[in-house]
């Protein structure tokens, strides 16, 4: 490793690309919950569409969380 990338990896990222990275971390996690409270809520009952829904609104949450959480804040 070069030594301007160790330079860069012991500063860190700013605090605003901490926040945006926790942000999308909490938004995946609330989305994987939601999504897994829909499997196992809904499960074995006739209400397909309230499983779907809910299972939408989990997703709703992850892809904005993923898309904040992609780009490490250590890696500039």
Do not use: I
């Amino acid at each position: 490793m070069s030594r301007a990338r160790l330079r860069a990896r012991r500063r860190g990222g700013s605090r605003a690309a901490w926040a945006r990275y926790f942000l999308g971390r909490f938004l995946q996690v609330t989305g994987l919950v939601l999504t897994l409270l829909a499997a196992t809520a809904f499960f074995g009952t006739p209400s397909t569409l309230a499983m779907l829904r809910t299972m939408l609104v989990g997703v709703a949450f992850f892809v904005p969380g993923w898309l904040l959480a992609r780009k490490d804040p250590n890696e500039g």
